[in-house]
């Protein structure tokens, strides 16, 4: 009896002693996807993905009737911006 409990008791101080550096490998893997995620929904991951973004006056625009025909509008892709006028 007296060694079955030395055995538990060996067994339940080797898991103590492992707990630390598995919380914390549990906690750097679940940064690891939420970064991943952050990363994946990034306005610059979508412009490098080849969309854009085009603003008018500083907004987003969201809808075709945000612009006018003859509004100018400043395109930003993955490498840079440049302007550009709606017809």
């Known amino acids: 009896m007296l060694d079955r409990r030395r055995e538990r008791l ?3 101080h080797e898991r103590l002693r492992r707990a630390p550096s598995l919380a914390v490998e549990r906690k750097r893997a679940r940064l690891e996807h939420a970064a991943g995620r952050l ?3 990034s306005p610059r991951a979508t412009l490098e993905r080849g969309y854009a973004i085009v603003r008018t006056h500083d907004e987003i625009v ?4 945000a612009v006018s ?4 509008v400043e395109v930003e892709v ?3 911006r440049f302007g550009a006028r709606v017809e």
């Open 69 to 72: 025909s003859g509004d100018e």
């Open 39 to 41: 990363r994946a929904l």
């Open 10 to 12: 060996e067994q339940a």
């Open 62 to 65: 969201r809808t075709k009737s």
């Open 78 to 80: 993955a490498d840079g």
